[in-house]
């Protein structure tokens, strides 16, 4: 089993519409956890960093954590072409080592 | 404020050579992060630095090495250069190891082996 797992799309939808990422993650333990977004040929940009269960909001984006379904996602809402991208989940394993996942190739279509 | 930084932008060797990549972290970050990612792949973990001593190390060969000087800037170096080696080399920095701080990611070093 994958230490961080994610659907490697790629997700379509319409401009407008709500788009659901989805992560799970397998180290119980793991406390903190993050959504990168990543354009292609560049490097990963950090959009969401969640450490309680439960949904936290800034802007368009909401991430949500389950610990204990160890479950991680994010949401964009009103969704745009300029939100086509690949987007990371990250979990902090131990201390200090950042686990990635494959990322999942998001498409917004106008 | 500037963001995190590194160099070259790309790079191109041969099988068999060795390669010195550089990273300056935000100003204030006191740790840094290196990551090796390959198309269609997250970044993979090599090594994290912090106040100058490794903290972390991830499962990479030893041919990969790395160290932290006074400014918080960082190299890592790779030797006897494999094709397997090409890929993009991220930097990240942050404001130090705790699980709660967030990294930042530099714009990357390509290499190519040939």
């Known amino acids: 089993q994958k230490e961080v797992e994610q659907n490697s799309g790629p997700l379509s939808v319409p401009e407008g519409a709500i788009a659901s990422l989805n992560c799970t993650y397998s180290d119980r333990g793991s406390q903190s956890f993050f959504w990168y977004r990543q354009y292609s040929g560049k490097s990963p940009e950090l959009i969401m960093s969640i450490y309680s269960n439960g949904d936290k909001e800034d802007g368009r984006f909401t991430a949500q954590l389950n610990k204990a379904s160890q479950y991680v996602s994010l949401l964009i809402r009103d969704s745009q072409p300029s939100d086509s991208a690949t987007y990371l989940c990250a979990v902090i394993a131990g201390t200090y080592k950042y686990i990635f996942g494959t990322g999942t190739r998001l498409k917004v279509l106008a | 404020d500037a963001g995190v930084t590194q160099s070259p932008t790309h790079l191109i060797k041969t099988r068999g050579q060795q390669v010195t990549l550089r990273c300056s972290p935000i100003?204030?970050?006191?740790?840094v992060s290196w990551y090796q990612q390959v198309l269609g792949q997250g970044p993979q973990f090599i090594f994290q630095y912090y106040e100058k001593e490794e903290r972390g190390r991830g499962n990479f060969p030893d041919r990969f090495s790395a160290r932290q000087f006074p400014n918080y800037s960082s190299e890592l170096n790779v030797n006897a250069l494999l094709l397997g080696d090409s890929a993009l080399y991220l930097c990240?920095?942050?404001?130090?190891?705790?699980?709660?701080?967030?990294?930042?990611f530099g714009p990357g070093t390509r290499l190519t082996v040939t």
């Open positions: 100003s204030g970050h006191k740790s």
């Open positions: 990240a920095s942050s404001l130090g190891v705790r699980s709660a701080y967030e990294q930042y």
